[in-house]
């Protein structure tokens, strides 16, 4: 019967199918790396926890002291928790003290009150003397200054007619003086002329002097002027290896600058390596505080504690200590928890010990910010 | 640093090497349920219009002899044809044989049967592949995810302190399996309906035009033995 042919008419082979299907493969992989990288960024922008280096010598000298002394772990975990029974202590002293003052606050505020009160009655008279007072003194002002401004006038126009009159009198005076001049001016003119006529003859006179003297002088010149240009020669020799040395000169020390500014650009990268090895190391820490760091129900948006902490040579916490409290001892004491759940940072010992002796010392300031 | 750390292609290329090859097996099974969705997408589509085709010229009047004349019988065709051409030519044969209506009747009919379930094989072909991979490419990914779990619990258990950092990475690269099957199998269902549905419909019109088809000569077998008797 009815042979089948394996060509089938319908079938379009497998190649086509195929290469569609990779494809739609190859544009869901793409789209789903060119997407990544854009999401990514928007969750680390909200950190809650911010840190800062404490770099005083002073302070890692105290670190490096209270590492010799604690050279052991047990020692360093005592170290950890005397810091806080003493802190819990002097926060109830701080409550107590506290609670006592605001007693002593509200007891002033009463007396105050009725101080003000009364202090009020008080300026509200003196306010209405002054005002009445103020009214006399400025009608007074005002008529003086209307007196003094008649007064001015009257003498003002009293003086500008007696300087018209003066004017005009030496204005006379003026005239028959000029004319007196250009009679004496008229005299002088003649007497120059004829003294102008003399003096035309002893120019002659001196004229042919000078041509003698001039032809002299220019052959003096020539001499000199030759014995200029050798002297110039050689003074230009003389400077241009003087130039050439100079030059040589200042090669040397640009070369040198040079090398003291690679130096320094070396220096620079290496303390730039520095920077960032702390940043890095810090933000490790941050992380895992922050991870660490069950946030009280208490604690509101506004609240930020800071806390300076230090480190062992391992990474250990030794101290942490309250640098500006949030105001709500729950808020500071679930900071301290958080670093000391987060402890220890054995990341420091991964760091060149230059650096670790900087490190370890550090503030973290807390914010539970929009967290919650 | 971190960042990197937990992008897609970074924590395929660290997972572990079960989960990789539940990964492998999960990406072929979706490129080949892929491939015969495009391949019996299309072959349905030109099976549908070729349907369309026959059935215009077969209701057109013309003559059913010169119908079957024009099928070439070394070029077999399909579908609906190739029902016609079957049962056509056991009419042919089997009408100088037997005298008796029923016979031929059965005859042909039990011919168009055959054809039938010849168009029906070739219709539905694959389609199998596609029910399987829709079914079991979850289980598999979850396979692939519960292995990966297990490692990060192990890892946890090696680690003094469990943070959510050390666990995060193998989790995050567990389910990144499962996605995988579910991303396998969600076309592959989607498409394997849809594609029986469709061969299912072709498949009743060709029922439908065998029996029209038996039903015409069976008229002409009555006609032929009136004239006769």
């Not at chain 2, 037997?98 to 031929?104: D, H, L, P, S």
């Amino acid at each position: 019967m009815a042979v089948k042919h394996p060509r089938d008419p319908q079938d379009i082979g497998y190649l086509w199918p195929a290469v569609f299907a990779i494809a739609v493969h190859l544009l869901i992989v793409l789209f789903s790396l060119v997407q990544w990288p854009e999401g990514e960024a928007e969750p680390d922008s909200s950190s809650i926890v911010q840190a800062t280096l404490v770099s005083t010598e002073a302070f890692t000298n105290q670190a490096q002291q209270a590492n010799d002394e604690s050279a052991a772990m047990e020692a360093a975990d005592e170290s950890v928790e005397e810091p806080d029974t003493s802190a819990a202590e002097e926060e109830a002293a701080e409550e107590q003290a506290a609670a006592e003052q605001a007693a002593r606050e509200a007891a002033e505020a009463e007396q105050a009150e009725e101080q003000a009160l009364e202090a009020a009655r008080a300026e509200a008279e003196a306010q209405a003397q002054r005002r009445q007072e103020e009214a006399e003194a400025e009608a007074e002002r005002q008529q003086e200054a209307e007196e003094q401004r008649r007064q001015e006038e009257a003498e003002a126009e009293a003086e500008r007619e007696r300087e018209a009159e003066e004017q005009r009198r030496q204005d006379e005076a003026e005239a028959e003086a000029e004319a007196e001049r250009e009679r004496v001016a008229e005299e002088q003119r003649r007497q120059e002329e004829a003294e102008a006529e003399a003096e035309a003859e002893r120019e002659r006179e001196a004229e042919e002097q000078r041509r003698q003297e001039e032809a002299e002088a220019e052959a003096e010149r020539e001499r000199e002027a030759e014995e200029q240009r050798r002297q110039e020669e050689a003074e230009a020799e003389a400077e241009r290896e003087r130039e050439a040395e100079e030059q040589r000169r200042q090669e040397e020390a640009e070369a040198a600058m040079q090398r003291q500014l690679e130096g320094e650009a070396q220096a620079a990268a290496e303390a730039q390596q520095a920077e960032q090895a702390a940043n890095s190391f810090l933000t490790i820490v941050k992380r895992a505080v922050e991870q660490a760091w069950i946030i009280p129900s208490s604690a509101s948006d506004s609240m930020s504690a800071t806390l300076q902490v230090r480190l062992g040579p391992s990474g250990e916490v030794l101290t942490t200590s309250v640098v500006s409290s949030s105001g709500d001892s729950n808020f500071d004491r679930s900071a301290m928890q958080a670093i000391e759940q987060a402890a220890p940072f054995g990341e420091l010992r991964e760091l060149p010990t230059e650096q670790q002796r900087n490190l370890r010392q550090f503030n973290l300031r807390f914010t539970p910010g929009d967290v919650r | 640093m971190n960042d990197n750390a937990m992008s897609i292609p970074h924590l395929i290329m660290n997972a572990s090497t079960v989960v990789q090859l539940v990964m492998l097996l999960l990406t072929v099974g979706s490129i080949l349920s892929w491939i015969v969705i495009f391949q019996r997408g299309i072959a349905l589509r030109r099976a549908q219009k070729e349907y369309a085709q026959f059935e215009e010229t077969f209701w057109s009047g013309v003559d059913l002899n010169e119908l079957y004349r024009e099928i070439p019988a070394d070029d077999p065709r399909h579908g609906a044809e190739h029902i016609f051409q079957a049962g056509f030519r056991e009419f042919n044969r089997l009408m100088p044989k037997t005298r008796n209506a029923g016979t031929v009747l059965e005859g042909v009919q039990r011919s168009m049967r055959v054809a039938w379930s010849r168009e029906e094989d070739r219709l539905t072909q694959h389609l199998v592949f596609l029910a399987t991979v829709a079914s079991a490419s979850p289980y598999i990914g979850l396979f692939g995810t519960v292995w990966g779990i297990m490692g990060s619990f192990q890892s946890l258990s090696m680690t003094q302190q469990a943070t959510l950092a050390t666990v995060a990475p193998w989790i995050a690269e567990a389910l990144i399996a499962t996605a995988m099957g579910l991303f396998a199998a969600i076309p592959a269902v989607i498409f394997y309906n849809r594609l029986s549905n469709n061969a299912g419909r072709l498949l009743g019109k060709y029922e439908d035009f065998a029996e029209e088809f038996h039903a015409i000569l069976h008229r002409n077998l009555q006609g032929r033995d009136s004239a006769s008797s």
